[in-house]
């Protein structure tokens, strides 16, 4: 049996069809692109006559998690991710004997902001790093050694920024789109520093020094 997949590239739908009798097509996965799915589901219902698909928001990894488990009505036909699945996912699906086709329909896009009435940020990713990084090089500059993350305001961060707590609110941990932060802000502030860029081929080690812990608080809605 064939689970079609296809990827928004940082947002995704998976698709997947049952060969068994279902009165209704089920959806789960990613909270980033449950408004949209559900926006296609209720014009699928309309323009087919068919029931309007159930849509869920579990999350992508919950939804990637319930989408590889098996195959059959108990399971989902569709999951939406937010990202690309991991390789782990996919082994898990290729033991269910699912077989999956990668479709990339979209872009994705994330966007860091304050309160207006809140004072100005003009911050790089080696800011955002810097803030919210497991490990930091000391004095946050190139050749410090690794120590655990002790800056505590955007000033202890940079000179030029405000002298206030670092707080961020994002996603939680099984959010596609907190992973797709991970890599394009956290992980592309971490390497503007050439000596940890260096480690990038030592996959383990580059994310345990660059992702790991990362000091991010955690909510459902994405940032």
């Known amino acids: 049996m064939v689970k079609y997949l ?3 590239c940082v947002s995704a ?4 069809f049952s060969s068994q009798a279902r009165e209704q097509i089920t959806v789960v996965g990613s909270s980033t692109v449950y408004p949209f799915s559900t926006v296609v589901a209720e014009n699928f219902g309309r323009d087919t006559g068919m029931k309007t698909p159930k849509i869920e928001s579990t999350g992508s990894g919950g939804g990637m998690k319930l989408f590889c488990s ?6 989902p036909d569709i999951t939406n991710s937010s990202r690309r699945i991991k390789e782990k996912e996919f082994n ?8 999956i086709v990668e479709i990339k329909i979209g872009y994705d896009g994330i966007v860091v902001a304050n309160s207006k009435n809140g004072p100005k940020f003009n911050f790089s990713k080696r800011d955002i790093f810097l803030a919210l990084g497991k490990d930091v090089p000391e004095g946050n500059k190139e050749g410090g050694k690794l120590i655990p993350n002790p800056n505590q305001t955007w000033k202890d961060v940079n000179a030029s920024l405000p002298d206030i707590k670092i707080e ?3 996603p939680p941990p099984t959010s596609g789109t907190r992973d797709a932060f ?12 050439p000596k940890l860029k260096s480690i990038k081929k030592e996959k383990v080690l580059y994310f345990k020094k660059c992702l790991t812990g990362l ?3 955690c909510v459902t809605t994405p940032l």
Not at 92 to 99: D, G, H, Q, S
Not at 182 to 193: M, P, Q, R, V
Request: a negative charge; proline letters at 0%.
């Open 6 to 8: 296809t990827v928004l």
């Open 13 to 16: 739908f998976l698709f997947t």
């Open 70 to 75: 098996g195959l059959g009505v108990n399971h």
């Open 92 to 99: 898990k699906c290729m033991e269910a004997n699912i077989e």
């Open 168 to 170: 961020v609110l994002g």
């Open 182 to 193: 991970n890599e394009l802000a956290i992980e592309g502030g971490c390497k503007t520093f």
């Open 215 to 217: 000091n991010l608080v």
